[in-house]
């Protein structure tokens, strides 16, 4: 099982950016697709952003398109969220997974492992 360890996040006013991190250890490869989700209140986890193992393929969802970037460094382990031009609709605690799958997915039930989740506020 890998090991998914956040950071970044915080508060921050709209229009504003943030960047979150993930780090990956223990059991595992590069060779997996990572993806971002998130999560508000009373709602579902619902898909961000995902990313092919190579880097060479990445998907958003419709909400987000144009504003954030999703990247990854496999030297690292680490997969990166750049998020700009925020909303107060895109306040949520934001989770990294790792698909099962070397392209990336959205749906959450393909990701066998999750970091913690970090908060992220945009005030209005």
């Known amino acids: 099982q890998a090991q998914l360890v956040q950071s970044g996040g915080g508060l921050v006013q709209t229009g504003g950016s943030l960047n979150l991190s993930c780090l990956a250890s223990?059991?595992?490869?590069?060779?997996?697709?990572m993806g971002w989700f998130r999560q508000a209140p009373g709602k579902e986890r619902e898909f961000v952003a995902a990313?092919?193992?190579?880097?060479?393929?990445?998907n958003y969802a419709d909400s987000v398109k144009g504003r954030f970037t999703i990247s990854r460094d496999n030297a690292k382990n680490t997969v990166y969220l750049q998020m700009n031009s925020l909303k107060p609709e895109d306040t949520a605690v934001y989770y990294c997974?790792?698909?099962?799958?070397?392209?990336?997915?959205?749906?959450?039930?393909?990701?066998?492992?999750w970091g913690q989740g970090t908060q992220v506020t945009v005030s209005s």
């Open positions: 223990g059991r595992f490869s590069s060779t997996y697709g």
């Open positions: 990313i092919s193992w190579t880097g060479s393929r990445t």
């Open positions: 997974g790792r698909s099962r799958f070397s392209s990336g997915t959205t749906e959450p039930g393909t990701y066998d492992d």
